[in-house]
């Protein structure tokens, strides 16, 4: 190589050296933003993400913590009934696999739709939730807030469901969909659905999800 | 009112009515099949308890439209299964009942527990007759009936 081609060659060199030393922080930032927080890219951005998360998280909690939901998250042997969160009556206990026991199945009387005629519940597996996802201590004292969304987002404790899957929980499992229609009461009245409607329910879980499931601190 | 084809203790039947009407009431009112008791009504006794699909079935809060074809078992075949057969000897053999309102359904449960758990512990037994209420108070009867039949399985 030639001194004048050798000097274009170093400069072109240097240029390259120079643009990726200026390129690298930036780039590493932003990977690490995308990575905390999908689709925003500046630390404010991110920020507003997870404040908004935060808020939808809430409203996820409003639901998790109505009694046609945490009445099957006890953390007893039994699962409650109404919107009191009674104990269940007829002696029903929660059994091996949270299905009842031999002689007295939860499928004993929840079939795979409402039984409006004589106001039984039901859906498709009607079952309680494992005791890793109890959302009440043993006392029937629901959880705060942080300690529910952690035990909703520990994947040794809730079937290794990630974010994504977790949407698709609260979109199509029957369990989750009977809590909004939930049916009539043996009196004939409708039961008391949660305060938000599925759709709502499943956007704000979308929210959640790209925001990267935060939770709320442990009161 | 709507027609419904049913299977019972293996044999085919059809009914027409309303697709609320408990199946208890399509048991003992158009079939005729009063061996299955009416209780409470509300699944809280389980004196109606029948075999649905093989699950033990509080037949007074499963309207008919929800049976969709599953092969009901009720008290009146229930000596033609095997397990069914020692369970009843043995509630012969050790006087079980007294009034026998609540039996058919104690029996039901019962046999849905051998098959389950061939060697049921107190425990066990407790727990899975809890649902089932008998106001002459034969619980022990039943308890050690429960036993003998399990003793006799194999």
């Given at each position: 190589?030639?001194?004048?081609?050798?000097?274009?060659?170093?400069?072109?060199?240097?240029?390259?050296?120079?643009?990726?030393?200026?390129?690298?922080?930036?780039?590493?930032?932003?990977?690490a933003?995308?990575?905390?927080?999908?689709?925003?890219s500046?630390?404010?951005?991110?920020?507003?993400?997870?404040?908004?998360?935060?808020?939808?998280?809430?409203?996820i909690?409003?639901?998790?913590?109505?009694?046609?939901?945490?009445?099957?998250?006890?953390?007893?042997?039994?699962?409650?009934?109404?919107?009191?969160?009674?104990?269940?009556f007829?002696?029903?206990?929660?059994?091996?696999?949270?299905?009842?026991?031999?002689?007295?199945?939860?499928?004993?009387?929840?079939?795979?739709?409402?039984?409006?005629s004589?106001?039984?519940?039901?859906?498709?597996?009607?079952?309680?939730?494992?005791?890793?996802?109890?959302?009440?201590?043993?006392?029937?004292r629901?959880?705060?807030?942080?300690?529910?969304?952690?035990?909703?987002?520990?994947?040794?404790?809730?079937?290794?469901?990630?974010?994504?899957?977790?949407?698709?929980?609260?979109?199509?499992?029957?369990?989750?969909?009977?809590a909004?229609?939930?049916?009539?009461?043996?009196?004939?009245?409708?039961?008391?659905?949660?305060?938000l409607?599925?759709?709502?329910?499943v956007?704000?879980t979308?929210?959640?999800?790209?925001?990267?499931?935060?939770?709320?601190?442990?009161? | 009112?709507?027609?419904?084809?049913?299977?019972?203790?293996?044999?085919?039947?059809?009914?027409?009515?309303?697709?609320?009407?408990?199946?208890?009431?399509?048991?003992?009112?158009?079939?005729?099949?009063?061996?299955?008791?009416?209780?409470?009504?509300?699944?809280?006794?389980?004196?109606?308890?029948?075999?649905?699909?093989?699950?033990?079935?509080?037949?007074?809060?499963?309207?008919?439209?929800?049976?969709?074809?599953?092969?009901?078992?009720?008290?009146?075949?229930?000596?033609?299964?095997?397990?069914?057969?020692?369970?009843?000897d043995?509630?012969?053999?050790?006087?079980?009942?007294?009034?026998?309102?609540?039996?058919?359904?104690?029996?039901?449960?019962?046999v849905?527990?051998?098959?389950?758990?061939?060697?049921?512990t107190?425990?066990?037994?407790?727990?899975?007759?809890g649902?089932?209420?008998?106001?002459?108070?034969?619980?022990?009867?039943?308890?050690?009936?429960?036993?003998?039949?399990?003793?006799?399985?194999?």
């Amino acid at each position: 190589m030639k001194a004048p081609e050798r000097t274009v060659a170093f400069t072109l060199w240097g240029l390259a050296a120079l643009a990726l030393l200026l390129a690298w922080p930036s780039s590493r930032t932003a990977s690490a933003q995308a990575a905390a927080s999908p689709g925003r890219s500046s630390p404010t951005g991110s920020r507003t993400a997870r404040v908004e998360g935060l808020a939808a998280w809430e409203q996820i909690y409003s639901v998790l913590t109505h009694p046609r939901c945490i009445n099957c998250h006890t953390a007893t042997n039994y699962p409650q009934q109404g919107d009191d969160r009674h104990r269940h009556f007829a002696n029903v206990v929660r059994g091996a696999e949270g299905k009842g026991v031999a002689a007295l199945q939860c499928v004993s009387c929840h079939q795979e739709a409402n039984a409006d005629s004589t106001g039984v519940p039901g859906a498709r597996g009607w079952h309680l939730a494992p005791l890793s996802m109890k959302w009440q201590d043993s006392n029937d004292r629901i959880l705060s807030s942080g300690l529910v969304c952690r035990e909703v987002t520990d994947r040794s404790k809730n079937h290794d469901l990630d974010g994504p899957r977790l949407l698709e929980h609260h979109t199509e499992e029957p369990l989750v969909l009977w809590a909004f229609q939930p049916g009539r009461g043996i009196d004939g009245r409708p039961r008391t659905p949660p305060p938000l409607t599925h759709d709502e329910f499943v956007a704000a879980t979308r929210q959640w999800v790209d925001a990267g499931t935060p939770c709320p601190p442990i009161k | 009112m709507e027609t419904y084809k049913l299977i019972v203790n293996g044999r085919p039947m059809e009914v027409t009515t309303d697709p609320g009407t408990p199946l208890l009431w399509v048991l003992r009112e158009e079939l005729k099949m009063t061996g299955t008791k009416y209780g409470c009504g509300i699944a809280a006794c389980g004196a109606c308890t029948v075999h649905l699909g093989g699950v033990p079935t509080r037949s007074c809060v499963v309207p008919i439209s929800l049976v969709r074809g599953r092969p009901v078992v009720t008290i009146e075949g229930i000596c033609r299964d095997p397990v069914g057969r020692v369970v009843q000897d043995a509630w012969v053999s050790h006087d079980v009942v007294q009034c026998g309102y609540c039996q058919s359904g104690q029996i039901m449960s019962a046999v849905a527990l051998l098959k389950a758990i061939p060697r049921p512990t107190d425990a066990d037994i407790e727990q899975s007759m809890g649902g089932n209420l008998c106001r002459c108070a034969t619980y022990v009867r039943i308890r050690e009936a429960i036993k003998i039949a399990a003793g006799q399985l194999k």
